[in-house]
């Protein structure tokens, strides 16, 4: 049985066109479907109603030539991968790479083989591309966003705050007394510790929150469309209600070790408490470390009472 692939092609020369689909027919091993436009707006039109396997655009039509071309596709064309077609013209197909296209033909040269290979390493390409990408914006401990994920989320959620005026809030939380735990049990069981925990985020949240590792036991959330403090509180005592508790690890020597953990936690809101994404970390960052001597005093007061 045959596999399938879905390409459409955008590509004003009808004849050009009638070449593109002979040179596919009869493929023993894939069926290719192929459906054509000639202009932007319509292959928009196609992707919005059925996303394809592959792109193959011809850089030069009517409405648009050269590089604008890839750029417009680009706009809507979401993650699916591109080949471009150009003239007798490396340097414009390399050009066409290094801004985001996975491969391009020059169009005096392709035939059935070319074309063929081309569509599976474009495909093979952006694959490996989104997972090399994934990598450089996880932690590798925790797997979590990392920083640079961060810094990038952060951008986009402030930008839809200024535009819509949809509040959003950091929450940042450390671990209350983790460097005894590492100069007790040994830095393996404190990372142990930290997954255990960074997997609890992951477990007990929305689709639409950001979850990341801010640096050694430091993590922190951007969540959307908290608008004032009842909500922000609300949200913060969910949170140390999944995370505070006994964690389960195993040590160096195979002894499996119950380790209660507690989180503080501080928040502020975006154009409630903080006026600008610096503040809102800083005010966030105070607010933890305010958690952080409560739950102190609080050690303290047991310790006295016992």
């Known amino acids: 049985m045959r596999s ?7 590509e004003d020369n009808s004849d050009d066109v009638y070449l593109f689909k002979q040179l596919l ?3 023993k091993a894939i069926n290719y479907s192929t459906l054509e436009t000639d202009s932007l707006a319509g292959l928009n039109k ?3 109603a059925i996303v394809p396997d592959i792109l193959v655009i011809d850089l030069n039509i009517s409405e648009s030539v050269g590089l604008e071309t890839l750029i417009e596709v680009r706009k809507f064309s979401l993650d699916i991968p591109i080949i471009v077609l150009t003239g007798n013209d490396d340097e414009i197909g390399i050009q066409a790479i290094q801004l985001g296209a996975q491969d391009y033909l020059i169009k005096s040269e392709i035939n059935a083989s070319t074309l063929k290979r081309a569509i599976q390493f474009a495909r093979e390409r952006l694959i490996l591309y989104s997972a090399l990408g ?3 914006t996880r932690d590798k401990l925790t797997m979590l966003h990392n920083r640079a994920a961060f810094d990038e989320k952060l951008e986009a959620i402030e930008s839809d705050f200024l535009r819509y005026e949809i509040n959003y809030s950091i929450l940042l939380l450390d671990i209350n007394n983790f460097k005894p735990i590492n100069d007790t ?6 990372d142990k510790i930290l997954q255990h925990l960074a997997h609890r985020l992951q477990m007990f949240n929305r689709a639409n929150d950001f979850v990341g590792r801010f640096g050694g036991d430091e993590f922190i959330l951007i969540v ?8 922000l509180q609300s949200l913060i005592l969910n949170k140390k209600k999944v995370l505070n508790g006994q964690y389960a690890v195993q040590s160096i020597s195979g002894q499996i070790l119950n380790i209660p953990i507690s989180v503080a936690i501080g928040g502020a809101i975006r154009g409630v408490n903080a006026f600008s994404p610096k503040e809102l970390i800083s005010i966030a960052d105070l607010n933890m470390y305010k958690d952080k001597e409560i739950n102190a005093q609080l050690e ?3 310790k006295f009472t016992d």
């Open 25 to 27: 027919e009869n493929d």
């Open 224 to 231: 959307p469309k908290v608008d004032n403090d009842e909500k």
């Open 4 to 10: 399938e692939l879905t390409i459409y092609l955008l």
């Open 46 to 48: 196609l992707i919005s």
């Open 134 to 136: 994934q990598l450089a």
């Open 185 to 190: 049990y040994g830095h393996l069981v404190g």
């Open 300 to 302: 303290n007061n047991n």
